[in-house]
């Protein structure tokens, strides 16, 4: 993922790119299943446990995905 922020954000700008490859998280997190996620996680606590180990996005409180707004839990990055 980090290879994808270095690829997005000189085209789109930091903040879009961190948003696309939360998106891309939320849609492998859907993928895997919650029975394939650390500890049964939910999506935004999957999400937001990779984001943080790219010590990414911890401004973002939620994730529009399709239809559906996913929340975020907070980030231990502030």
């Known amino acids: 993922m980090e290879a994808e922020l270095s690829r997005l954000e000189p085209r789109i700008g930091r903040n879009k790119a961190i948003v696309a ?8 997190a859907h993928a895997i299943g919650q029975e394939n996620r650390p500890d049964g996680q939910s999506v935004g606590e999957y999400v937001r446990q990779q984001l943080g ?10 994730i529009q995905w399709s239809r559906r707004t996913i929340p975020m839990p907070e980030s231990s990055l502030h």
């Open 21 to 28: 490859i939360a998106r891309k998280l939320v849609y492998h």
């Open 53 to 62: 180990r790219l010590n990414i996005g911890a401004d973002l409180d939620a």
